[in-house]
């Protein structure tokens, strides 16, 4: 996603504070009917009862804080809610899930509100789970830490840092912990660790008939519901409250931050055959940049950005000659971890995107295909915001694990690949929007193609992929149906892409 700026963890926190601040700024207001589907009215009654139900508050329309708390990550989907359910305990999230279950209403549930598909946004009940965000490292000495459903990841970083503790994790940290676990989580620890998921040893989840089931692991009553919660997406079994994470030791890094703006077809053939020989301590991601429409210097360029764990080597034994032909190069060594994770930090604003992405072998990316994804993207119309086609490496641990162990069933790939388009709607008219989306289709059936590649990633939702299903979840999703179907059989947790029941 676009980078708007690198403040670090620590500033994110205290801005963060603001919301925490207002959390008990709940309107005194009379309560609005919340218009459903159809014809169908709930009474204001329904949300004074709601009111009285839930410690954290129902937030309505006419307070200073609704639209932070109602504003999604992305703008095409500004849906705003009718009120906001502040959830401060699990007995909250029961309350919820029993009123919406009473009076049959459209409701969404979020901490971070990333979703890239808007599927975190509802004209119903918002149910907002960011105040329950405590973070608490669990007695015995093996590492564990509890995460709150409503945790953000630039909180969880906080907590860990101070444990010199760190997981697989995003480097968005206004990202919700929830929704980056449940979909797989992505990071530069991943290949080093597994994916975010794949360090899941417990959730509590309330399930659709309002039960909560605590701390489920991969044995006993709820292994199914656990199974499922480990890269089955979010929004589909339930409303998770807490999630118990395996932790690491920290150490020192080397942070690397390289820039090609020449040869770059060469360059980026180069990185993605090579790379996928890199050791599991070595976690990267690659841009290529498409630079804001009329732009004096209209060039692509190709960027690689990563950090390498302790292992016997180093980043230029890793990444080659090649590196000599880079017009920026930034290596720095034995920094300590999490200071390093400030350099790594992305800090999103709220704008307007869309995302579509596949998984990659190496050995299926040729000159020809890397040939044409240059072409391609110089043909872009682009936008008055920069663009870029990514790769998100991939390898090491996340392969270790079988396709069927998780719900997360992409393994055995070396590389992520995700195409952006970005845009402003007061700078950026709809007819070149329209433009832009269209090529974006083009250019990712055409690369798909070209480098064999499958799959998409569920943490990316694509309102546009029509064979979704197989896309985000391939074999897994026949279990998957059948752990909704155990779980919520009236299909209460529904959204455009969710799992359907049998």
Same mark, same amino acid.
């Given at each position: ?138 007695? %015995?000495? $093996? ?5 709150? @459903? &409503? #945790? ?10 101070? /444990? ?57 009553? %709820?292994? $199914? ?5 480990? @890269? &089955? #997406? ?10 118990? /994470? ?257």
């Amino acid at each position: 996603m676009f980078n708007a700026g690198q403040p670090s963890r620590r500033t994110f926190l205290v801005g963060a504070g603001r919301f925490a601040a207002a959390s008990a700024l709940t309107s005194v207001a009379p309560f609005p009917a919340l218009a459903d589907s159809g014809d169908r009215r709930i009474a204001a009654s329904a949300l004074r009862d709601l009111a009285g139900a839930v410690q954290g508050g129902v937030v309505l329309p006419d307070d200073p804080f609704f639209d932070d708390y109602a504003r999604p990550n992305n703008l095409r989907f500004r849906t705003l809610p009718t009120a906001i359910a502040r959830c401060a305990s699990e007995t909250d999230v029961q309350a919820c899930v029993a009123w919406v279950r009473k009076h049959g209403a459209r409701f969404a549930v979020r901490s971070g509100g990333h979703n890239y598909a808007g599927f975190s946004t509802t004209p119903g009940l918002l149910i907002d789970m960011t105040p329950l965000s405590t973070i608490t490292p669990l007695p %015995g000495g $093996d590492g564990l830490v509890k995460v709150g @459903g &409503g #945790a953000l990841n630039g909180m969880v970083y906080q907590a860990l840092e101070r /444990l010199n503790r760190t997981v697989t994790h995003g480097r968005c940290t206004t990202v919700g912990a929830a929704g980056f676990l449940l979909g797989g989580g992505i990071g530069f620890n991943m290949r080093m660790f597994g994916m975010g998921s794949d360090l899941l040893q417990a959730t509590s989840i309330v399930t659709a008939d309002g039960a909560l089931h605590a701390d489920i692991q991969d044995s006993g009553d %709820g292994s $199914d519901l656990f199974w499922a919660c480990r @890269g &089955g #997406a979010g929004g589909n079994f339930g409303i998770n409250t807490s999630f118990t /994470l395996r932790t690491f030791p920290v150490e020192t890094v080397t942070f690397f931050d390289i820039t090609w703006t020449t040869e770059v077809g060469e360059v980026l053939h180069t990185l993605l055959t090579r790379l996928a020989d890199a050791p599991p301590e070595f976690g990267s991601k690659i841009n290529v940049t498409k630079p804001a429409r009329g732009s004096a210097d209209p060039r692509l360029t190709v960027s690689i950005l990563g950090q390498l764990h302790k292992c016997g080597t180093t980043v230029e034994a890793i990444i080659g000659p090649v590196l000599e032909k880079a017009s920026k190069t930034r290596i720095d060594r034995d920094i300590a971890y999490w200071p390093a994770q400030d350099l790594l930090s992305e800090f999103t604003y709220p704008y307007f995107y869309q995302e579509k992405s596949s998984y990659m072998r190496a050995a299926d990316i040729t000159p020809e295909s890397v040939a044409t994804m240059i072409r391609l993207a110089e043909r872009m119309p682009g936008t008055s915001m920069a663009n870029a086609f990514k790769f998100f490496q991939v390898g090491g641990k996340v392969n270790a694990t079988a396709a069927d162990a998780t719900a997360y069933v992409h393994r055995g790939y070396d590389w992520l690949f995700s195409s952006e388009v970005n845009w402003w709607n007061r700078k950026d008219p709809k007819s070149l929007v329209d433009e832009n989306l269209a090529w974006q289709e083009r250019f990712y059936a055409t690369v798909n193609t070209a480098t064999k590649a499958a799959g998409a990633f569920q943490n990316f939702p694509d309102p546009s992929l029509k064979d979704w299903l197989s896309a985000y979840y391939g074999g897994n999703y026949a279990r998957l149906r059948r752990v909704k179907t155990d779980y919520d059989k009236a299909d209460l947790f529904t959204y455009r892409q969710g799992i359907k029941p049998l």
